[in-house]
């Protein structure tokens, strides 16, 4: 006979926070966000800790470049999806990585007598507006002249002269030698009116670049999500089929941090995988998922993860649960998992963060996961929707809307994440659809973030841990669900709108 668990399968919208005492202390000011990532000893930080509690999903309508990059400027870390040639998902990781840096290898080189038409090529490949001329094409050749999107135009200059005839010598340029430090290096960007001063060894060879445009970066997102080098960083998927062969390259790329990506993480392939790659590659961090109770999280902590992913069908592109009768309500998911992780931690002296992916419909939902002891989320519709992401943006008679499917639709072909024993999906679990337009993404997730340091301060909390460790929640009825909302006739008035 099957084992019926007796508790509801409840989700977010079925609770509500009470509020806590507020002092006077507790402002959204002085709010921190910061949380761990990956495993680490109880009491001790995190080898990596988020500034924000943001992930994005391992989807292809989702974690682009572009929108790691802007995730990652926020304190938050994105997972370039897998669903792609091994060498492609590599080089989305170096295009992150290469993004901004206090020094910055070069991506962007050319020799002197290249064409300005292949100029043209690089710098259109890799999106940065300044390149460097050494003697090789290399970005650790003997450097002799930058040339920048200034000093020539497709249109005005001859695309097959030689890109020495528009670049700025070595002689003409500001330099500086190997000793010098960031501090020291920016200040000369100001001091001297310049826009990028390359480091160079004692024989004149590149080492790095520092930009003006990095200052100002890091000044407009103080909170930025860089590694030791001042690099941004990002996470990239794996799966459970060439795990052998995709992670050697991602850590070639520089990758920060690995995650497995299955509609279902409780098996043996997940395991193995997890185990082989904790034992060939220790030093990069690897979470496992997804699962929805306590025991499954235990099977992944114990075989090497991370961290752990909680939610199977929660998403709002995924039908898993229509297809297949499985999943759980990602409110009791969290609960269940955070309790084990607790226990988990109590018995071997190890935290194991957890990541609620899924269901998180409203800006609320995530104080809720958060609250019931997720210690990250990770959201896709909610990314989705912004210019970072992948989907086309397409005009409708209401407005704007983006492109979003499902890695379960047949449009993802993402055949192997759901192992329906063939070359291919058997049946769709996840859809194909469109999502409102939401702008850019650093505007909407400092919105979000906003009322999330709001409702913890009325829950009397400034920190992520005070927040589950006393935060409090009520079950919600029909009736007080429907009690929650606006329930006049809203008026429209110029330049206001209503959401």
């Not at 690089?122 to 999107?149: I, K, N, Q």
């Not at 931690?345 to 269901?359: A, F, H, N």
């Not at 192997?416 to 999906?425: C, F, K, N, S, V």
């Amino acid at each position: 006979m099957a084992k019926i668990i007796a508790e509801v399968s409840r989700t977010f919208n079925e609770f509500l926070l009470l509020p806590n005492r507020t002092r006077t202390d507790c402002s959204a000011a002085a709010v921190d966000l910061r949380t761990p990532l990956v495993r680490h000893i109880a009491g001790e930080p995190s080898a990596i800790e988020l500034q924000s509690p943001f992930t994005s999903a391992i989807m292809q309508a989702v974690s682009t470049p572009d929108l790691a990059i802007a995730l990652a400027r926020n304190g938050g870390l994105s997972f370039l999806h897998h669903n792609q040639p091994i060498q492609d998902q590599a080089a989305a990781v170096r295009q992150v990585k290469n993004f901004k840096a206090g020094f910055v290898t070069s991506d962007t080189n050319v020799r002197p007598d290249d064409s300005l038409s292949l100029l043209a090529d690089v710098m259109r490949r890799t999106g940065h507006s300044t390149a460097v001329v050494t003697h090789d094409g290399t970005a650790t050749g003997r450097l002799l002249g930058l040339v920048t999107s200034r000093d020539f135009h497709p249109q005005r200059h001859d695309l097959d002269g030689p890109v020495s005839g528009r670049m700025t010598a070595i002689a003409d340029l500001a330099h500086a030698g190997p000793d010098i430090t960031l501090s020291e290096a920016n200040a000369r960007l100001w001091d001297e009116r310049l826009d990028c001063l390359p480091v160079l060894d004692t024989e004149g060879r590149l080492q790095h670049l520092v930009f003006r445009s990095d200052y100002t970066d890091n000044k407009r997102f103080p909170n930025q999500l860089v590694d030791a080098a001042k690099r941004l960083r990002v996470g990239a998927g794996i799966n459970t089929h060439d795990y052998q062969e995709r992670v050697p390259a991602l850590l070639e790329a520089g990758v920060d941090a690995l995650c497995f990506d299955s509609s279902d993480g409780y098996s043996d392939w997940q395991a193995q995988a997890l185990t082989w790659v904790k034992k060939h590659y220790p030093e990069i961090p690897v979470g496992g998922g997804n699962v929805v109770d306590g025991e499954a999280f235990t099977f992944l902590a114990e075989a090497g993860a991370d961290f752990v992913k909680v939610g199977v069908g929660g998403g709002s592109i995924c039908i898993t649960r229509d297809q297949k009768g499985i999943g759980r309500g990602q409110a009791s998911a969290v609960l269940d998992v955070a309790a084990a992780r607790d226990a988990f931690r109590e018995r071997t002296g190890e935290y194991v963060p957890i990541c609620s992916d899924g269901g998180l419909v409203h800006d609320y939902h995530v104080a809720l996961a958060l609250a019931m002891g997720a210690d990250f989320v990770m959201m896709g519709r909610y990314f989705a929707r912004f210019d970072q992401a992948a989907g086309a943006k397409l005009p409708t008679r209401d407005g704007f809307v983006k492109e979003y499917w499902g890695e379960g639709s047949n449009r993802a072909r993402n055949w192997q994440r759901y192992g329906q024993g063939g070359q291919g999906l058997v049946f769709e679990e996840g859809v194909d659809g469109y999502v409102p337009y939401a702008g850019d993404l650093n505007e909407g997730l400092a919105l979000t973030m906003a009322k999330l340091k709001t409702t913890m301060v009325s829950c009397g909390s400034s920190t992520l841990p005070a927040f589950q460790s006393t935060a409090r929640l009520t079950l919600v009825s029909d009736q007080s669900f429907q009690e929650s909302h606006a329930n006049v006739a809203l008026r429209d008035t110029p330049g206001a709108t209503v959401s």
